[in-house]
């Protein structure tokens, strides 16, 4: 399998901050890394796929990047509906789909 | 916009089966990967496996032997059967599809999830 390691596991944040979080993999799987949000009772996200490459109708304040094995998701300037999970997915091999371990972003 | 439900039982008792179905609506289930990912009280995104239209099905390893996975094209339908349930399944079950698009793929569009509790 490929590991993912996610971090930090949570985080606490003001709105119209600059906040990052961070996945590595366990071996290289070039850009094929997605990023996704998830908010309780809602249906997540995507925000991110193949490392840098926005998802329609996301807001542009959310951007990706890295390639090999460390990836980053920066959102440039929090909005209140962004204080959620966030979770990372390599797609480089499906045996198995594997995610980071999630990252909590909360209201300081 | 593709939008996908689930729809089955909240409550499953231990050693017994449990049974989900994602319905597909705004698009056509004979295209894409439609895929089952749950997420554990205190855990993270666990994948559970993928099923094309065809019946091609691509499954997770650790639950492999328990998992069986089936679409009905006619009913723009697929579902999830996972056996032999302990309290380690309790979870929130997400259909979703995955989408490839000739490079790489991503689950595009998901389900807003159902919580399955394992308990007698």
């Known amino acids: 399998d490929i590991q993912v390691t996610q971090s930090p596991s949570s985080l606490s944040a003001s709105v119209g901050d600059r906040v990052t979080i961070t996945c590595r993999t366990s071996q290289n799987i070039a850009y094929h890394l997605n990023w996704f949000r998830l908010k309780p009772g809602k249906a997540p996200q995507l925000l991110i796929y193949a490392a840098s490459i926005l998802q329609s109708g996301v807001p542009s304040r959310f951007s990706g990047s890295g390639s090999g094995t460390d990836f980053t998701l920066t959102i440039s300037s929090l909005q209140p509906e962004d204080f959620a999970t966030y979770y990372c997915q390599q797609s480089y091999s499906v045996s198995p789909i594997t995610f980071g371990q999630g990252t909590r972003l909360e209201i300081k | 916009q593709v939008q996908l439900q689930e729809s089955g039982p909240g409550l499953v008792k231990p050693s017994e089966t449990l049974s989900l179905t994602c319905t597909v609506s705004?698009?056509?289930?004979?295209?894409?990967?439609w895929s089952w990912i749950r997420q554990s009280p205190g855990r993270g995104l666990e994948w559970i496996g993928c099923?094309?239209?065809?019946?091609?099905?691509e499954y997770n390893p650790s639950l492999k032997s328990r998992v069986t996975l089936s679409v009905d094209t006619s009913e723009n339908q697929f579902s999830l059967n996972l056996s032999s349930v302990t309290a380690a399944d309790t979870a929130v079950y997400y259909c979703?599809?995955?989408?490839?698009?000739?490079?790489?793929?991503?689950?595009?569009?998901w389900g807003q999830g159902t919580l399955v509790t394992v308990s007698s």
């Open positions: 979703a599809r995955r989408v490839y698009d000739g490079t790489t793929s991503r689950f595009d569009s």
């Open positions: 099923i094309y239209y065809t019946g091609r099905t």
């Open positions: 705004g698009g056509s289930i004979s295209s894409s990967y």
